[in-house]
Nanobody
Framework: QVQLVESGGGLVQAGGSLRLSCVAAGGIRSINRMGWYRQVPGKQRELVAV???????NLDDSVKGRFTISRDSAKNRVYLQMNSLQPEDTAVYYCNALINLQPYWGQGTQVTVSS
């Protein structure tokens, strides 16, 4: 049973930093892209950052220069380093990965940025 488990969310003041981590486990034969999405109540889930198996990255314009996505393929992990956090970054952050050619989601981790 494939699972994605996130960690690293929390409460931080504006200007602070957090690092999110996501690990994939269970019956994995291949992992293609891995990424992070976020969602606030009443809005659609939106892409934050994605990284391919080859290491190419794509970040939403709103986080470019502040967030960095990376992965450790040997450990089936993806990370999101978030710097210069702002109140508008407050959301539930979800890990997403294409595993065995199927999309999977983590349970989400709350990130709250206070002003």
């Amino acid at each position: 049973q494939v699972q994605l488990v996130e960690s690293g969310g929390g409460l931080v003041q504006a200007g602070g930093s957090l690092r999110l981590s996501c690990v994939a486990a269970g019956g994995i034969r291949s992992i293609n892209r891995m990424g992070w999405y976020r969602q606030v109540p009443g809005k659609q889930r939106e892409l934050v950052a994605v990284i391919t198996s080859g290491g190419s990255t794509n970040l939403d314009d709103s986080v470019k220069g502040r967030f960095t996505i990376s992965r450790d393929s040997a450990k089936n992990r993806v990370y999101l380093q978030m710097n210069s956090l702002q109140p508008e970054d407050t959301a539930v952050y979800y890990c997403n990965a294409l595993i065995n050619l199927q999309p999977y989601w983590g349970q989400g981790t709350q990130v709250t940025v206070s002003s």
